[in-house]
């Protein structure tokens, strides 16, 4: 019987970089490392990385699980899905993007946000401008990203401390007039 090696975590992501014609550079952007770190990591100079949060943007990269990385420790903290991040991974999948595609669609300084994004560390975007070109890149519909934009607003407001049911008509009235205020800047 055959033993099976695994695979180490450098090789694998060596690998990657090499199939998808990723730069060390690029990707050194885009999961918040220096670019010394990435050739040492390759070349096992230095150990795979066992903080959480690089293997997650490691993984979210290369559009994997971070378990499969032997150095990852699952966080004791429950992990929140936010609707509007599986959506957009949706849409990632729809326009048959890989996350490096998607991710090469950006300014190199702002990857590293839409990694945090894709993994569910940071939330969507709260600036519309923003919001918009990333749904331009992904081909939504506008509508579908006000009302993403939309439900932002409201989850910032009621972390806020607003009670956005006792304020229905106050929070009603802001959202037509910012509809309104975009159906007339197009």
């Known amino acids: 019987m055959k033993q099976i090696i695994p695979e180490k975590s450098s090789?694998?992501?060596?690998?990657?970089?090499?199939k998808n014609s990723l730069h060390k550079r690029d990707f050194?952007?885009?999961?918040?490392?220096?670019?010394s770190y990435v050739y040492n990591l390759i070349d096992e100079t230095v150990p795979f990385s066992t903080r959480g949060t690089t293997i997650e943007r490691i993984a979210t990269v290369m559009d994997i699980s971070p378990e499969e990385f032997s150095e990852y420790r699952i966080?004791?903290?429950?992990?929140?899905?936010?609707?509007?991040?599986?959506?957009?991974?949706?849409?990632i999948k729809?326009?048959?993007?890989?996350?490096?595609s998607f991710l090469k669609a950006f300014p190199r300084k702002k990857r590293i946000d839409i990694v945090d994004i894709l993994r569910g560390a940071l939330p969507v975007p709260i600036d519309y401008k923003e919001l918009k070109l990333i749904g331009k890149t992904l081909n939504m519909p506008e509508d579908e990203v006000y009302m993403m934009w939309e439900n932002r607003v409201k989850q910032v407001l009621e972390s806020a401390g607003m009670n956005i049911y006792s304020?229905?008509?106050?929070?009603?009235?802001?959202?037509?007039?910012?509809r309104k205020y975009l159906e007339n800047s197009k």
């Open 11 to 18: 090789e694998k992501v060596a690998k990657f970089l090499k």
């Open 28 to 35: 050194a952007e885009m999961i918040g490392v220096t670019l």
């Open 75 to 91: 966080p004791q903290e429950p992990i929140l899905i936010d609707e509007a991040v599986e959506t957009l991974k949706d849409y």
């Open 94 to 100: 729809e326009n048959k993007l890989s996350v490096v």
């Open 167 to 178: 304020n229905s008509a106050l929070i009603n009235s802001m959202f037509e007039c910012a």
